[in-house]
Structures are given as structure tokens and as C-alpha cells.
């Protein structure tokens, strides 16, 4: 069985980490990769390098002319010496580099919000504990993750430092130099997953419904078993979207799954998500054994090892009978929802209001020719309305194409 980040994060370090690392830097943790699936060959390595070298020379030109070509090549996974770069390019981060030369410099001389800097300052620490770039707090990987997340937070101070942010900012440096990876950071919090990390979590609040409903037309046997036990998506999908999959994949998994990401948009993520759902509890066996919500939510966070494997993960990610249009279409449905919602909160809201109003004029009416007797107020809690649907469609530009859509 793979191994939850979570309880990762509860054994010992001596019993988990090795007196070497793997060949992505990791010493220990259930994203060490001791046996590495089979290389290509020299030959196609090389094909395919002088391939993604060639696209990003003309990346204008495929970005607008011929995308498609773009995507096939990121589904087949991108070499690894060409990965840094092509990453750079997918995610519009280039653009915003060359539009912002001396931001981030500037950003870094920046002292920031006191309370943010110290929360980073908790945080860092935790991303990654076993990979060699995180080990210790003098370690590079450590203070530029410190650099890339107080840069951020000034640079838009909408949303601040989010928790959920760092192992994404982590998992970039690991493959850019810092400015690099922040301006990829960049695109990934305010494009990809925008609103995400906005206190309140509305977005991902409604995706959470998108993704219900999607595995409802995908898989009918889960959605009805996650039904019956009341396990709602919330339960099993935050850290999966909020952190882009970073703490859930194993790492080959998670490269592959980057790849498209960063080419297609979140759809990717929903996408694995409705894989694993599907795999983990698609037999009937395992979801008579899971009899409760308790039990549900320990299969789904602890998964077969063959289910999060890459070439099943992408394979079947490809084989979902899922359409654009069928991602827009739960989007719809979540937004009326929502907006149902809200009125039903406004109209209680009002109705309490009334009542409040009421019970003061009552209350302060003189009693027997005097005002001398007791008032009495009723105090009503009045929500805020929360619920408002702030996830209108939106284009994700990677590059010069709008290559992504949200649902």
C-alpha cells in the first residue's frame, strides 16, 4: 500500500531515511523511488529533447498555431533535461519575467507582514523533510523557499501566505533556479488554481461539487457508495487540489501529472482525482469492507500502489469519457446551486433582521403609561451570506494560447 503523507510525516526518521538519496534527491518518505521504471533508450532521449528544444524556439508559434502538437508531447512526458525549461515556457512564466526584470529582487528587499513572514518562518521546515534541498534550515532549499513564498505574499497581498502554498512553491524549486520558480509560482496561484488559497475556500468549495458530480457520470458505483456514507468531497479532495497533487503522488507519478497540469489546465487534477476514486473503490469487495465513513476516507487516503503508479494514472486519465463541455456543464449546475444557496442564506438573513427589529420595537413600548419597565432585546446571529460564487469560467493563458480552462 503507498503511504499517506500524513502518516509519513508520524515515523521515525531513522527508520525511514536512507544514507543515500535516490536520483530525484530523496532520502526517504514515500516518494523515494528505489526502482526506477525502465529509461527509454539514448536514441529516443534524444529525439525527443531535440523535439521539445526545437518547440521552444518557436513556442509562439506552436502556442498559436498548433497547441495541440504542445499537449500530445506533455501527455507522452517531457525529458527531464528539457523539464525546467518547458515548464518556464507552459505556464506563461516566461511573459511574466520578461514584463516584471527586477521585481522579484525588489520584492526580496522588501521587509513584509510581520505575521506572514513568521508563519512562513514555522512552515518552511515541513516541505519535503526527506529531500536533500530541505534537510536542514542553512540548507539553499530552505531559505529560497522562505524568499519565493515572502515574495509572494507581498507581490499580492490579496492572498497572502496560504499553508497549502508552500509544498507547490517547494516542489518548484526543485527543478528552477528561485526567480524562476517564483514566477511559475506566480502563474500556478493566480491562474491555475485562482481563489484557491482566498480565505473562505468558496472555489474550492464548488469544485468540490464539480468533482462530485463528474464522478457521478464517470464511476455511478462510488459516487453512490461516497453517497450512502455521507463522505463528503472535502473530506478526501482538499489537500489534492489546494496543493496540486504535490503531497499525494508518488514523485515519477507527479512529474508526469505536472506535465499536463501545466498544459491543460486544473481539468488534470480532476482528472486524477476521478482516476484514483474510481480504482481505489471501484470493486465491490473493497467497498462492502468500507462500511462507514471513517473506513471510506482510510482506502481513499491510502491507495493501492498500482493505482497511483504513472502509466496507469495517465492512461486512464486519458480513457475518462469526459468532455469539455461536461466540465462546463457541472460548473453551470454548481454556479445555480450556489446562487440558490445564497438566496436562501439572504432570505433568512432578512427574516432574522425582522424579527430582531420587531422584538426592539416590542420590547421599548411604554407599559402601563411607563417607561420605567424592563426592555428586552433579542440578540440574532446573523450570517455573513457566505456562499457567493466567485468561479466564473476563466482562460488559462500558458503562453500565448489559451491552452486550460477552469470548468
Not at 536533500?132 to 507581498?154: R, T
Not at 506566480?186 to 468549495?205: A, K, N, R, T
Request: hydrophobic fraction near 35%; charge should be positive.
Amino acid at each position: 500500500m503507498a503511504t499517506s503523507p500524513r502518516s509519513v510525516d508520524t515515523i521515525s526518521l531513522c527508520s525511514t531515511v536512507s544514507s543515500c538519496p535516490d536520483r530525484n534527491g530523496f532520502y526517504g518518505g514515500f516518494q523515494r523511488t528505489d526502482k526506477p521504471k525502465e529509461p527509454l533508450s539514448k536514441a529516443q532521449i534524444i529525439a525527443r529533447e531535440k523535439k521539445w528544444l526545437y518547440m521552444i524556439d518557436n513556442w509562439s508559434l506552436y502556442m498559436s498555431k498548433n497547441y495541440k502538437k504542445i499537449r500530445d508531447r506533455c501527455r507522452k512526458g517531457i525529458p527531464k533535461s528539457v523539464r525546467p525549461r518547458a515548464w518556464f515556457y507552459l505556464s506563461g512564466a516566461y511573459l511574466l519575467k520578461k514584463k516584471n526584470p527586477n521585481i522579484y529582487k525588489e520584492l526580496l528587499e522588501k521587509p513584509g507582514n510581520a505575521h506572514i513572514i513568521e508563519e512562513i518562518k514555522k512552515d518552511k521546515h515541513r516541505q519535503f523533510p526527506f529531500h536533500e534541498m530541505f534537510l536542514d534550515e542553512d540548507k539553499v532549499g530552505q531559505i529560497e523557499l522562505f524568499n519565493v513564498l515572502k515574495a509572494y505574499s507581498i507581490y499580492n497581498p490579496k492572498v497572502g501566505f496560504c499553508q497549502a502554498q508552500a509544498p507547490i512553491a517547494a516542489f518548484l524549486l526543485m527543478h528552477l533556479p528561485a526567480e524562476d520558480a517564483f514566477w511559475v509560482f506566480v502563474s500556478v496561484c493566480d491562474v491555475y488554481l485562482e481563489d484557491y488559497f482566498i480565505s473562505g475556500l468558496e472555489v474550492l468549495q464548488n469544485d468540490a461539487g464539480i468533482l462530485e458530480g463528474l464522478l457521478k457520470k464517470t464511476c455511478p458505483p462510488v459516487y453512490r457508495h461516497l453517497q450512502k456514507h455521507k463522505v463528503e468531497p472535502l473530506l478526501y479532495m482538499t489537500d489534492w487540489f489546494l496543493c496540486a497533487m504535490t503531497r499525494t503522488l508518488p514523485w515519477e507519478t507527479l512529474l508526469r501529472v505536472w506535465d499536463c497540469f501545466l498544459a491543460e489546465g486544473i481539468r488534470v487534477i480532476f482528472k486524477v482525482a476521478l482516476v484514483i476514486l474510481g480504482a481505489t473503490l471501484n470493486r465491490h469487495k473493497i467497498r462492502k469492507q468500507c462500511n462507514g465513513l471513517c473506513e471510506t476516507l482510510e482506502v481513499l487516503r491510502n491507495p493501492p500502489e498500482h493505482v497511483l503508479d504513472e502509466d496507469f494514472i495517465i492512461n486512464n486519465m486519458q480513457r475518462l469519457n469526459l468532455r469539455v463541455e461536461d466540465f462546463q456543464i457541472e460548473h453551470t449546475r454548481q454556479k445555480a446551486r450556489r446562487a440558490k444557496q445564497k438566496a436562501q442564506e439572504a432570505t433568512a438573513a432578512q427574516n432574522n433582521s425582522n424579527t430582531n427589529t420587531f422584538s426592539r420595537s416590542r420590547g421599548s413600548s411604554p407599559t402601563n403609561g411607563s417607561n420605567s419597565g424592563n426592555v428586552t432585546v433579542v440578540n440574532v446571529n446573523v450570517g455573513d451570506g457566505a456562499g457567493v460564487d466567485t468561479t466564473a469560467p476563466i482562460s488559462i493563458k500558458n503562453g500565448s494560447s489559451n491552452s486550460g480552462h477552469r470548468p
